[in-house]
Nanobody, 115 residues
Framework: VQLVESGGGLVQPGGSLRLSCSAS????????MMWYRQAPGKEREYVAR????????NYADSMKGRFTISRDNANDTVYLQMNSLKPEDTAVYYC?????????WGKGTLVTVSS
């Protein structure tokens, strides 16, 4: 299993970014996918989840209305659209999948929200 995140970078407060996570090594369309994040000096926290077919999504309360998770099962990719970004959204963002009783993580992509 391999998960590769991309799309992070420096953005001003109020701006937007779209993160991508390319997956391989498992049948992507059969598994729910999640995004987590870890801010400097803090615990890793849950961001969002999308069901295998994409019909069901769930968000942490602080992300509702600002972040949107989606997926493209034809291209084995999950996305996180982030709008109205705040400095407190600064973190390394990770995608993950629970596959074969193991939680797999990518290496993450850094998002920095600063003016």
């Amino acid at each position: 299993v391999q998960l590769v995140e991309s799309g992070g970078g420096l953005v001003q407060p109020g701006g937007s970014l779209r993160l991508s996570c390319s997956a391989s090594g498992f049948t992507f369309s059969m598994y729910a996918m999640m995004w987590y994040r870890q801010a400097p000096g803090k615990e890793r926290e849950y961001v969002a989840r999308i069901s295998s077919a994409g019909g069901s999504t769930n968000y942490a309360d602080s992300m509702k209305g600002r972040f949107t998770i989606s997926r493209d099962n034809a291209n084995d990719t999950v996305y996180l659209q982030m709008n109205s970004l705040k400095p407190e959204d600064t973190a390394v963002y990770y995608c993950n999948v629970y596959y074969d009783d193991i939680m797999y993580w990518g290496k993450g992509t850094l998002v920095t929200v600063s003016s």
